[in-house]
């Protein structure tokens, strides 16, 4: 297994400030870099804003401020959310920045020195909401007869004079990459989209614009801004230093890359992205996610509908553990999804309160009022309670590879059906009944449950990191880097810390 790991986010609009999708793709992205550092691999993770562009420039007008003083306000929302959900983000780049700005151009220098860059002109439709390009076949006719894009978002007809890429020349090579890797895009439901999209025949791509001036200037045509999807994928590598520098010590990181997307910018991804690598003779990313669409309350969340979710609001009113479980283990990541207040409390009361809150609550609480706070420890065990406290250690490969193939969904599964039996073992065992009549058994019962709760606490760590480390301060483990390796700790003759609850029932 390689030891080095890149995992990034896209990078946010700063058109305006973050949403609940903002923090779903960033709480997911966290979840799989914490699990991989936890098992050992030195990990990256990155996230941040893409500042540039007709998007950026119409909001900037419309705001009456400069680019980039929105800019500067709106990515310091995101830099802010980034604090708000605990995420473990080693970098946050913005395309504004120096080392962006060069690493970009360098990109560019490489597709022209390679003959895959020309003049000509551009006539078509543009929507400056996706910044994207599109062939007419591709959007749906309105009464009106005018075009809208399959989102619903407004198309603009454009005609100017452009830098193409040459796209179609790639469709061969792409096609074998997607047929050679077969996990190169997942799920699967969407790297079927990407082939047909690919086998449908691919049109060479405008790569700049001349109308507006809000990004980075073409190399040697300053009449030119770059297009504003090649400045911002170029964000990944730059963060590394990988493009500009690819002896960089950073750069060895490039090489095992997962990039976290969401289903609508996967085409950008997953064939953009590669044929301008392959045409910089550059390495490929081993995997493009692309996951699922929320809804709120079965409705597609929009600003002009007035149902956006503030994820800071949700967060004041639930607490963030709670927002980031619900978000991880409602859905198949992968999936669309709804966001419900009903499902939400519900997930609250019964996966947390209930199963994880009590299960902590009363068997710690029994070791703090009838052993003196201190765990029990490990002589009486048998057979079957070895058994059960080493099944963790012994799925470790299976629940690592659920995170390979981010299938965060069942990994959470996984870890609640040992929640689940936690409580089964504890409450067929009626510890209370035994405190005076049977000690040996008691303080044995006492021993397995603290010491099930200890690898529940470790392996609940890239869910819910504060949460993990209340548990685990119940115990004094107050660890700096969380490693699986302390589901082998024994904990027997440990002081532990009066309990206080971990998750309040919510009404
Ligand atoms: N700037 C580009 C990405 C460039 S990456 C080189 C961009 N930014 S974005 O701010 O519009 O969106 C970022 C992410 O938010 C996308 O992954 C998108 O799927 C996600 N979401 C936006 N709305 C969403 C939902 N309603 N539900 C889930 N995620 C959604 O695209």
Not at 80 to 96: A, P
Not at 139 to 167: A, C, H, Q, R
Request: with cysteine.
């Amino acid at each position: 297994m390689p030891d080095k790991f890149f995992i990034t986010t896209p990078i946010y609009y700063v058109n305006d400030i973050p949403h609940i999708g903002h923090a779903y793709t960033s709480i997911a992205t966290d979840f799989i870099a914490r699990f991989k550092r936890m098992s050992g691999i030195d990990t990256i993770f990155l996230t941040g804003t893409d500042e540039h562009g007709q998007k950026i420039q119409k909001a900037a007008e419309k705001n009456s401020v400069e680019p980039l003083s929105l800019c500067n306000k709106n990515s310091a929302k995101f830099l802010e959310l980034t604090e708000v959900l605990n995420l473990s983000n080693d970098d946050f780049i913005r395309t504004t920045e120096k080392r962006h700005v060069d690493g970009a151009k360098s990109l560019w220098n490489k597709l022209m020195d390679n003959g895959d860059i020309y003049l000509d002109n551009y006539k078509g439709w543009y929507s400056v909401s996706d910044e994207t390009f599109y062939n007419e076949k591709d959007l749906i006719k309105k009464n009106d007869n005018t075009f809208k894009t399959i989102t619903g978002g407004p198309v603009e007809w454009i005609e100017e004079e452009s830098y193409f890429f040459k796209l179609s020349k790639y469709s061969d090579q792409l096609l074998k990459l997607y047929d050679e890797n077969p996990d190169f895009i997942l799920p699967k439901s969407r790297r079927n989209e990407v082939i047909s999209f690919v086998k449908g025949g691919l049109r060479d791509l405008s790569i700049s614009r001349n109308t507006f001036d809000w990004g980075i200037k073409v190399p040697n045509d300053q009449k030119h801004i770059m297009y504003v999807w090649l400045d911002a994928l170029s964000s990944y590598p730059n963060s590394l230093g990988y493009i500009s520098n690819n002896k960089s010590k950073l750069s060895s990181y490039w090489s095992n890359t997962v990039h976290i997307i969401g289903k609508d910018i996967l085409r950008h991804h997953a064939v953009y992205w590669p044929a301008f690598l392959l045409s910089a003779k550059l390495e490929l990313p081993k995997r493009i996610f692309a996951h699922g669409w929320w809804t709120n309350e079965g409705n597609k969340i929009s600003k002009s509908l007035g149902n956006t979710i503030d994820p800071i609001e949700i967060i004041d009113q639930f607490g963030l553990d709670q927002i980031r479980y619900f978000l991880l283990r409602e859905i198949t990541f992968g999936s669309d999804g709804d966001f419900s207040i009903e499902a939400l409390k519900s997930r609250i009361n019964a996966d947390l309160s209930n199963d994880l809150g009590n299960l902590c609550q009363r068997s710690l609480t029994m070791i703090v009022k009838h052993c003196n706070s201190v765990v029990p420890n490990s002589k009486n065990i048998n057979d079957s309670e070895k058994i059960f406290l080493s099944k963790i250690a012994n799925d470790l490969p299976n629940l690592s590879l659920l995170v390979d193939n981010q299938d965060i969904n069942n990994y959470i599964k996984k870890i609640w059906d040992v929640i689940s039996e936690a409580n089964k073992y504890f409450n067929d065992q009626k510890p209370w009944e035994l405190k005076d009549s049977n000690k040996k058994l008691f303080n044995n019962v006492l021993f397995v449950t603290a010491d099930i709760i200890k690898q529940i606490a470790i392996m609940i760590n890239p869910i819910m990191p504060e949460t993990s480390e209340k548990i685990l301060n119940f115990f004094y483990m107050s660890e700096d880097h969380i490693s699986i390796d302390l589901l082998n700790k024994d904990i027997s003759n440990s002081k532990i810390t009066d309990i206080k609850p971990l998750f309040p029932r919510v009404e």
